[in-house]
Nanobody
Framework: QVQLVESGGGLVQAGGSLRLSCAAS????????MGWFRQAPGKEREFVAA????????DYADSVKGRFTISRDNAKNTVYLQMNSLKPEDTAVYYC?????????????????WGQGTQVTVSS
């Protein structure tokens, strides 16, 4: 089992940048595929990005390609989401998720463990 804690959210103007972090407990972080999802008010949770456990393969939602970058530091048990060129429509609660298998699925039910979320607000 793994526990996840997100940080780095906040208020930023459109065009700005933020870097989210997700710290994982335990000594087996490298055995988890990690994902980021987000949920805006009144909307369903949606996939943002994922990074595989074995080869570090990445996948992104079309809406964030070219602007967001997911990365991981297994020595620090941490996954990051670098968000550039932020838009007001990126405003949401961002969640970190983990799954103990390969692949970079975009469906939230493919992930077993979740953090509590961090708020990102982009002003126009």
């Amino acid at each position: 089992q793994v526990q996840l804690v997100e940080s780095g959210g906040g208020l930023v103007q459109a065009g700005g940048s933020l870097r989210l972090s997700c710290a994982a407990s335990g000594r087996t972080f490298s055995s988890y595929t990690m994902g980021w999802f987000r949920q805006a008010p009144g909307k369903e949770r949606e996939f943002v990005a994922a990074i595989s456990r074995r080869y570090g393969n990445t996948d992104y939602a079309d809406s964030v390609k070219g602007r967001f970058t997911i990365s991981r530091d297994n020595a620090k048990n941490t996954v990051y989401l670098q968000m550039n060129s932020l838009k007001p429509e990126d405003t949401a609660v961002y969640y970190c998720a983990a799954r103990p298998t390969d692949g970079t699925p975009s469906f939230s039910n493919e992930y077993a463990y979740w953090g509590q979320g961090t708020q990102v607000t982009v002003s126009s």
